[in-house]
């Protein structure tokens, strides 16, 4: 804008400001779930229970609540309202999602016994869908996942699906070669 300018209508906004207290069971990693605010795309990796986003667009966003693991929707608060001076949200104090979810652990290995590591295997969840995933170093793989769903379908690139229960203590999955 030049000097002596007229006519100009500027528009100063503070940066909204996103809070949320997170209720989680014991035994469920907060790392394996993601918040994401549906607008101007925002998304923030649990990694603790309380949550603070600022200088956001000021607007009103919906809350999307997805497993790290697979990106399986987990839950949707629609409507939150951010603004440089909203009070946080009664829906976000707490978030409580104790009771929706459950924690699946499995060890991927080869006919031979060899653990599958480091592979993005192909996980199909019960009334869910598909989605993506990764064994850690030693083949492991942690899936947080909504309560009601009862199996899910591992397909490591190169070998045969395996469908297994859900269980909380971790099961051994062995795949043949495709």
Do not use: N
């Amino acid at each position: 804008m030049e000097a002596g300018t007229r006519d100009r209508v500027v528009r100063l906004t503070r940066g909204a400001r996103f809070e949320a207290r997170v209720a989680l069971a014991t035994g469920v990693p907060a790392g394996l779930l993601e918040l994401g605010l549906d607008g101007p795309e925002q998304r923030y990796v649990l990694g603790e229970p309380h949550v603070l986003l600022r200088d956001l667009e000021p607007g009103e966003y919906d809350l999307l609540v997805r497993t790290v693991q697979g990106r399986w929707l987990v839950t949707r608060i629609d409507g939150l309202v951010l603004g440089s001076d909203a009070a946080v949200d009664p829906r976000l104090d707490p978030l409580d999602l104790r009771g929706a979810l459950q924690v699946c652990r499995f060890r991927l290995e080869s006919a031979g016994g060899a653990p599958l590591f480091g592979i993005a295997p192909l996980v199909r969840v019960e009334h869910f869908g598909e989605g993506p995933a990764r064994t850690d170093e030693e083949g492991r793989l942690v899936l947080v996942l909504p309560a009601e769903v009862a199996w899910v379908e591992v397909q490591p690139p190169g070998h045969a699906p395996v469908r297994s229960k859900v269980s909380a203590v971790e099961r051994v999955l062995t795949f043949e070669p495709d």
